[in-house]
């Protein structure tokens, strides 16, 4: 008996849907061919039903969700809806909900893609951010006072626990093992300047380091981080952040390993349900316009593959991802890429049957 998943799917805002359709042509192709079977539910969550009924997600959303093995999601963001609303309400809500403590984003230049970084190749950029996803400063905790006025006061706490921040760094230690490169573990903080926060994460990490002996723990400062991915990328194999930093960070590398089309991203559970995006947002001027890059939704759906059990279908994804960067695209922008959308998935599709 074949094996069956079911995954849902938020095709979301902008160019979500595009981009969603595209990986699921993909992941259509990949169960028939490594015979287990996917059924997708589609949900509706997103900035078109928000300014429709004045919901994010609906009360039983979650709990519904909960039930899937996997969620599949496009963006999420309207440029009618202002800042914030959706963010909050939808990602960041489900992120926090469904307990998705890391945030894994692989950050791999492909061969024949072009990084800003002259003198880099796929042999330089290669590794991984492992960032915490449900504490720091999203933890949305602080507030205001004397709004409007000029003795208006502003707090936002990074929120930091000894169980949150531990298992993020053994979720980390544990993958670097697992992935097995070059077998070193940084983190990346602010010890000199946070002295609170990035204590407890420093102290955890060197503690849980000695469970880990054949793993080099190492450790930068973030400013010292963005220095470094320009400069010597090839320096990193895992790094395990906060939430606020992994944000910043995993922004620029996307930037070297190619741009927002073709970062991918994963909210992991590992004892619930996860979820997993293109980590770009909803690029609302390229909407219907078949244009939109769809290779990080398709590296998403690819991540998702791997979660779920299907480590080597996950990983025929990224293959065919590979070839095709390397033989059909040059330029991975938005209307650059010499294919349309539907072209880009379709020759996903084609590799992975071949
Ligand atoms: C990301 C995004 C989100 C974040 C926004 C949209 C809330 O930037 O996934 O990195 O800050 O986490
Ligand atoms: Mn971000």
């Known amino acids: 008996m074949s094996k069956t998943y079911n995954i849902a799917v938020i095709p979301g805002d902008g160019t979500g ?63 009618d809806v202002k800042p914030g609303i959706l963010e909050k309400g939808i990602l960041l809500k489900l992120r926090f909900e469904l307990d998705q403590y890391i945030n894994l984003r692989p950050v791999k230049l492909y061969p024949g893609v072009e990084s800003p970084l002259k003198e880099k190749g796929p042999e330089h950029i290669d590794f991984v951010v492992i960032r915490e996803n449900t504490e720091g400063l999203y933890a949305g905790a602080g507030g205001v ?57 420093e102290r955890t990490f060197y503690e849980v380091a000695k469970e880990y002996p054949d793993i080099k723990a190492d450790y930068a400062h973030v400013d010292a981080i963005t220095m470094w991915f320009v400069k010597n990328p090839e320096w990193f194999d895992v790094i395990v952040t906060d939430n606020m930093f992994g944000d910043i960070i995993t922004d620029l590398g996307a930037m070297i390993q190619g741009g927002m089309g073709i970062a991918a991203g994963g909210n992991i559970n590992p004892a619930g349900t996860s979820m997993f995006e293109p980590i770009g947002g909803s690029a609302p001027k390229y909407r219907d316009k078949n244009m939109i890059n769809p290779l990080a939704a398709i590296c998403a759906a690819g991540l998702m593959l791997e979660q779920i059990g299907q480590e080597k279908a996950g990983r025929e994804i990224e293959k065919a991802v590979m070839d095709v ?27 992975i049957l071949k």
């Open 325 to 351: 960067t390397s033989k059909h695209i040059k330029n991975l922008a938005a209307g650059q890429m010499g294919h349309t959308t539907t072209e880009v998935g379709d020759l996903v599709v084609e590799n």
């Open 17 to 79: 849907p595009e981009v969603v359709r595209e990986g699921i042509k993909v992941l259509q192709a990949s169960s028939k061919k490594n015979k287990f079977s996917l059924e997708m539910d589609y949900f509706d969550f997103g900035g078109e039903r928000f300014l429709k009924t004045g919901e994010t997600l609906p009360v039983n959303a979650v709990e519904d969700l909960k039930k899937y093995d996997a969620i599949y999601l496009g963006a999420i963001g309207h440029p």
């Open 145 to 201: 006072l004397k709004k409007g006025t000029p003795d208006e006061v502003a707090v936002q706490e990074s929120i930091n626990t000894r169980k949150g921040v531990e298992r993020c760094v053994r979720f980390a230690f544990e993958y670097c093992r697992k992935r097995n490169r070059m077998k070193k573990l940084t983190l990346c903080g602010k010890t000199n300047v946070l002295t609170f926060a990035f204590d407890l994460w």
